[in-house]
Nanobody, 121 residues
Framework: LLEESGGGLVQIGGSLRLSCVASGRDIKAYAVGWFRQTPGKEREFVAAISWNGGSTRYADSVKGRFTISRDNAENTVYLQMDSLKPEDTAIYYC????????????????WGQGTQVTTSS
């Protein structure tokens, strides 16, 4: 089971840190990705991190603004989001995969319920 937290309302240009906590499963065995979705659109890749944190990937739209990291001792993966823009408003999901650090949603086997991030002016 994966559970996201940390979403909320934030001003444009502000920051949020999302957390993805695994329970009942050892997250260090999995790569973890963050995806986001807005109404009427497909789920979009945001960032991914390999099981040991040695490799990270980012969507071009968030590169330089978002940072994915993990603390396997805490069974948690984080997404630090800085310089937030209006287009970052979405429901953010974390997901776990047995592959290295995939960008395709179909490569992820386990998903959380999502947390809403809303930017405002």
């Amino acid at each position: 089971l994966l559970e996201e937290s940390g979403g909320g309302l934030v001003q444009i240009g502000g920051s949020l840190r999302l957390s993805c906590v695994a329970s009942g499963r050892d997250i260090k065995a999995y790569a973890v990705g963050w995806f986001r979705q807005t109404p009427g659109k497909e789920r979009e890749f945001v960032a991914a991190i390999s099981w040991n944190g040695g490799s990270t990937r980012y969507a071009d739209s968030v590169k330089g603004r978002f940072t994915i990291s993990r603390d396997n001792a805490e069974n948690t993966v984080y997404l630090q989001m800085d310089s937030l823009k209006p287009e970052d408003t979405a429901i953010y999901y974390c997901a776990a995969s047995g592959l290295y650090a995939p960008v395709l949603a179909t490569a992820y086997q386990y998903w959380g319920q999502g947390t809403q991030v809303t930017t405002s002016s």
